[in-house]
């Protein structure tokens, strides 16, 4: 069975602070990993998709990294605009569509 | 291009009643899937649709059916409401062409069941 794992489960920064959040999978046949943003009270919204260990996506002040065991995504410079959740899924090759999700991290960025 | 919409936005809903979920998939999306986000909590695969059929479903119980329309657009439907069944249910569309897998959601409609 799929499982995606968070960690951690929130993370509190001031602005300005770098950090990485963690997303540890394990899937049969990996046809893509995902990255989500939600805010409170909204739908996720999709940031990046990464395929295949050693890929790496920027936008803006986020950069994701995918291993064969884990995807990273990297936080710099962070405003207080970008709290939110961050959501990790990934999708079997042979999954018929499904995601499977983590829990999430939830960040909070002070001014 | 429009979004993905979901209707209605907050419903409730008393044990045993039966609640129709709608969602109207982003324009050119074929697919549309369904998902149950506990508080706290990621969301959870109910099931997917494609060329009206179900292609796909997670571990739901069959009170949980659906149903997608030539348009494309889809209904979720829970009969004999649980307690636990309260939660954010999260329609995304999707499309095969490109096959790239990514997943648009709509707002959700909360469901709280009393």
């Known amino acids: 069975e799929d499982q995606v794992t968070q960690s951690p489960e929130a993370l509190r920064l001031q602005e300005g602070e770098s950090s990485s959040l963690n997303c540890s999978y394990t899937v049969s046949g990996l046809r893509g990993l995902f990255w989500y943003r939600q805010d409170p009270g909204k739908g996720p919204e999709f940031l990046f998709t990464?395929?295949?260990a050693g890929e790496e996506k920027e936008k803006e002040r986020l950069k994701a990294t995918l291993t064969k065991k884990e995807s990273f995504l990297h936080i710099t410079a962070p405003k207080p605009e970008d709290s939110a959740t961050y959501l990790c899924?990934?999708?079997?090759?042979?999954?018929?569509?499904?995601?499977?999700f983590g829990d999430g991290t939830t960040l909070t960025v002070k001014p | 291009e429009t979004g993905v919409t979901q209707s209605p936005t907050h419903l409730i809903k008393t044990r045993g009643q039966q609640v129709t979920l709608r969602c109207s998939s982003q324009?050119?999306?074929?697919?549309v899937s369904w998902y149950q986000q506990a508080l706290g909590q990621g969301p959870q695969f109910i099931f997917q649709?494609?060329?009206?059929?179900?292609?796909g479903r997670g571990n739901f119980p069959p009170r949980f059916s659906g149903l997608q329309f030539p348009n494309y657009s889809s209904e979720l439907n829970v009969n004999a409401l649980e307690l636990d069944d309260s939660a954010l249910y999260l329609c995304?569309?999707?499309?095969?062409?490109?096959?790239?897998?990514?997943?648009?959601f709509g707002e959700g409609s909360r469901l709280t069941v009393l």
């Open positions: 995304a569309s999707s499309t095969t062409s490109g096959n790239t897998g990514e997943l648009f």
């Open positions: 899924a990934v999708q079997a090759a042979a999954g018929a569509g499904k995601s499977t």
């Open positions: 324009s050119g999306h074929n697919t």
């Open positions: 990464l395929y295949s």
């Open positions: 649709y494609y060329r009206e059929e179900e292609n």
